[in-house]
């Protein structure tokens, strides 16, 4: 959360991409960081997964990242 909220501070556009066992834990981060960034789920686990499964959820979420970074209006935990 605090990447992608200091990219934007520097005006650079960004989705925030984590698995959805963290929905709730972004939510309360971005309200104490006073932001709103977009923000794009996937299955959860991530980090045992081998190179093709991630590939695989990186396909599957494409379309909602590219959504969420050129909405007018960023979509809080959509996906």
């Known amino acids: ?8 501070g520097l005006g650079i556009p ?6 959805d066992q963290f929905v709730e834990a972004a939510a309360v981060q ?8 977009a923000r794009v789920f996937v299955a959860h686990p991530i980090q045992d997964r081998t190179d093709d499964e991630v590939r695989a ?16 209006t960023p979509a809080p935990g959509a996906g």
């Open 1 to 8: 959360m605090h990447d992608i909220v200091g990219l934007e």
């Open 14 to 19: 960004g989705v925030m991409v984590a698995s």
């Open 30 to 37: 971005a309200r104490a960081l006073g932001a709103d960034p």
């Open 57 to 72: 959820l990186a396909d599957a979420a494409y379309d909602r990242i590219v959504a969420a970074l050129v909405a007018d």
